[in-house]
């Protein structure tokens, strides 16, 4: 066997072993994206739509009211950071509705409109640390809820890569980097393989 071919084989396993990093590293990131953490909400939240958001880092978030069929909330379920500004803003879908803090550390309450583009807005503080549940009082037997979470001592649990309401799916950063990372270096070894392989034996006789 010629040095030439041993060199090609061994390029070759190169090759092979940078493809299975990659698949490790792939796999890495999915688990990294599985242990996507989200508050543990009460059932109660649980209204039509049934959508999440986390919103922490803004300082200002919007929820639809009047979304879907006219009667739910979208975001129904958000997450945020103490000091950040709840936007609740009407539709004109579903009749009139309000917004009503009706379980847990935030109070508020609006008045009761079908007004579209009507906004009420609510800004959280340290006392409202924990989850609130809240309703449209009009529709409330039909569904529609909602709630906040706010800061970050909230109970969390596993979404398994994200929420299947909404059906989001949620990956770190990290993952994401390292995904792209070891694809490009996948990409360029086995790309210096195809070359060798190709041109390598070009002057192998000289």
């Not at 590293?25 to 209204?47: D, I, K, L, T």
């Not at 200002?60 to 129904?76: H, K, Q, W």
Request: hydrophobic residues 35%.
């Amino acid at each position: 066997m010629s040095t030439e071919d041993v060199s090609r084989r061994a390029l070759l396993r190169t090759a092979g072993g940078t493809a299975a990093a990659a698949g490790v590293a792939a796999g890495a990131a999915g688990s990294a994206a599985a242990q996507e953490e989200v508050p543990v909400w009460p059932s109660s939240v649980e209204g039509n739509v049934n959508s999440y958001t986390d919103a922490r880092g803004q300082d200002e978030v919007t929820i639809s009211v009047g979304a879907g069929d006219g009667l739910a909330f979208d975001p129904t379920k958000v997450w945020i950071d103490p000091g950040t500004t709840i936007v609740w803003e009407w539709t004109g879908n579903g009749g009139d509705h309000n917004v009503h803090a009706v379980d847990g550390p935030a109070s508020f309450e609006s008045e009761i409109t079908g007004e579209e583009g009507f906004t009420f807005e609510y800004e959280t503080s340290e006392e409202d640390a924990g989850i609130t549940h809240y309703q449209c009082d009009p529709h409330s037997q039909v569904g529609m809820h909602g709630g906040i979470a706010v800061g970050g001592d909230i109970e969390t649990e596993s979404t398994g890569g994200g929420d299947s309401a909404s059906g989001v799916v949620f990956v770190p950063e990290g993952a994401k980097a390292l995904g792209i990372a070891t694809f490009i270096a996948m990409v360029s070894t086995l790309g210096m393989a195809f070359f060798f392989l190709r041109y390598g034996g070009d002057g192998g006789g000289e």
